[in-house]
């Protein structure tokens, strides 16, 4: 074998490594020891770091919870009245809540920069009580609700002394679970997917009438 064939040949081999995903310093392990961080396999990897303590079920959940739905609503000035933008978003995260009945949430309560800081702090909390109540009388249990208030001079999101609506605003965030944090194999986590499995076939079509009254129907005009 010439040397030109040799060269050949190993370009193709690394072509073909390219190609798959790997690279060339990849080649000499064996299959499995490098976590592609893409979406074929996620859901082994997703395990493989829950059961090595990589990765929390509460992360987890949060990433589920701000993937799905908004975490955030914001206020007019010097108010916590819930308009009907925000009650909308509300009632998207409160669906998401009812689905895990395992699950607790904090709601955190910011305020722009106007105003004192003991002022924007009780104001702040008026607004994280606001939604707490907001999702109470939608059925979801005030012992899996938190409000924490975070006023506006520590947690701005746009720096400006003037009226700013984006700094007037609640987060809804995952906080963990009911009872004290779950191990791996306690099975809570699964108990929830396998609920959502469930809860999520569709039921089958119902059909009215007998066969008979069915064949008795077919050659009607």
Request: proline letters at 4%.
């Amino acid at each position: 074998m010439t040397f030109a064939t040799l060269k050949t040949l190993a370009l193709s081999v690394a072509a073909a490594a390219l190609v798959a995903g790997c690279t060339p310093g990849q080649m000499d392990r064996e299959a499995g020891a490098v976590i592609l961080d893409n979406d074929f396999g996620e859901s082994t990897r997703n395990n493989y770091l829950i059961h090595t303590g990589q990765l929390s079920h509460v992360v987890s959940l949060a990433q589920r919870f701000n993937r799905e739905v908004p975490d955030t609503i914001n206020f007019a000035f010097n108010s916590a009245v819930i308009d009907a933008q925000a009650a909308r978003i509300l009632d998207a995260q409160a669906n998401f809540i009812r689905q895990f009945p395992e699950v607790t949430f904090r709601v955190y309560g910011h305020t722009d920069l106007v105003g004192s800081g003991a002022y924007n702090k009780q104001l702040g909390l008026r607004r994280a009580q606001a939604v707490v109540g907001y999702f109470s009388a939608r059925g979801i249990s005030r012992s899996r609700l938190e409000a924490v208030v975070s006023f506006g001079e520590t947690q701005p999101l746009v720096q400006t002394q003037n009226p700013e609506e984006r700094n007037r605003r609640t987060v809804t965030e995952v906080s963990g679970f009911v009872q004290d944090a779950p191990l791996v194999l306690n099975g809570k986590y699964a108990e929830v997917i396998f609920r959502e499995y469930v809860n999520s076939a569709a039921p089958a079509p119902t059909v009215q009438g007998g066969l008979g009254e069915l064949s008795a129907g077919a050659g009607g005009g």
